[in-house]
C-alpha cells in the first residue's frame, strides 16, 4: 500500500478562493509527521507547513491550514485566498519516527499541481 | 535566512561516466539528505547521513553511489558509472534535528542528465 496517496493529479482554482488538496497516509507508527512542501516550475522544494502526530490542534501558517483528521488518517492542505503565485505542484510528506533518534526519511506522495486561474 | 545550496544546477554527462553533485547543508545542521526526483514523478528518498557515516539507505542507492563529507561545509553525492535511467533531479536537504517537527530545508537541485 502506498504510504502517501494524493488522489488529486490536478486542481484548476479560480484567484481568490480557498483551495484544499488532500493527502492521505498510511502508518503503524504512533509517532510521525506530515509535511507539504510547494514546488514552482522552477524545481525548488518549499517547505510550507508541518503536523505532528500528536500535535491537538491543527497546524496554521499564515494562509496555510492542515486540515489533520487522524482517525481517517487525512492530512489536506487548505489554502485560502488563492494567488497567481500560489500555482505549484504540493507534496505531501510523511516522516515516521526512525530506528534510532534521528534521520527520519521523508516519504512523498505523487503530488497535486495545482493552478490559480485569474 | 539560511539555505541549502547545491552545484552545479545542471550538468550533463555521457552514460558511463563519473558524476559529483555538490551541496552545502546549513551550517548549523547535524542531518544529511539526498533525494531525486525523475521527471514528473514523485520525489524518492536515496540516503540520509549522520555523524560522518550513513543511516539509512533506499534501494535505489546501490554500489554505484556514494556520499561523503569530505570538510565541515560540504555533503557531496558520487554516481560512479553512471546510466540512463540516472537521469533525475537531484535534491539535498539538511535538517538540525532529526526528529519532531524540524523541516527537512531543500536545495534548488542539480538536474542531471545522462547520455
Known amino acids: 500500500a502506498q504510504k502517501i496517496t494524493q488522489t488529486q493529479p490536478g486542481m484548476f482554482v479560480q484567484e481568490k478562493e480557498a483551495v484544499t488538496l488532500d493527502c492521505t497516509y498510511d502508518?503503524?507508527?504512533?509517532?510521525?509527521?506530515l509535511f507539504w512542501y510547494k514546488q514552482p516550475s522552477s524545481g525548488e522544494m518549499i517547505f510550507l507547513i508541518y503536523?505532528?502526530?500528536?500535535?491537538?490542534q491543527n497546524a496554521t501558517e499564515g494562509r496555510y491550514s492542515l486540515n489533520f483528521q487522524k482517525a481517517r488518517k487525512s492530512a489536506n492542505l487548505v489554502i485560502s485566498a488563492s494567488q497567481l503565485g500560489d500555482s505549484a505542484m504540493y507534496f505531501c510528506?510523511?516522516?515516521?519516527?526512525?530506528?534510532?533518534?534521528?534521520?527520519?526519511?521523508?516519504?512523498f506522495g505523487t503530488g497535486t499541481r495545482l493552478t490559480i486561474i485569474p | 535566512e539560511p539555505e541549502v545550496t547545491q552545484t552545479p544546477s545542471h550538468q550533463v554527462t555521457q552514460m558511463g561516466q563519473e558524476v559529483i553533485l555538490r551541496c552545502v547543508p546549513i551550517s548549523n545542521h547535524l542531518y544529511f539528505y539526498w533525494y531525486r526526483q525523475i521527471l514528473g514523478q514523485k520525489v524518492e528518498f536515496l540516503v540520509s547521513f549522520y555523524n560522518n557515516e550513513i543511516s539509512e539507505k533506499s534501494e535505489i542507492f546501490d554500489d554505484q553511489f556514494s556520499v561523503e563529507r569530505p570538510d565541515g561545509s560540504n555533503f557531496t553525492l558520487k554516481i560512479r558509472s553512471t546510466k540512463l535511467e540516472d537521469s533525475a533531479m537531484y535534491f539535498c536537504?539538511?535538517?538540525?534535528?532529526?526528529?519532531?517537527?524540524?523541516?527537512?530545508?531543500f536545495g534548488d537541485g542539480t538536474r542531471l542528465s545522462i547520455l
Open positions: 502508518t503503524s507508527d504512533p509517532s510521525y509527521g
Open positions: 503536523q505532528g502526530s500528536y500535535d491537538q
Open positions: 536537504a539538511s535538517s538540525n534535528r532529526g526528529t519532531g517537527g524540524q523541516p527537512q530545508h
Open positions: 510528506a510523511m516522516r515516521e519516527a526512525g530506528g534510532y533518534f534521528g534521520n527520519e526519511k521523508l516519504t
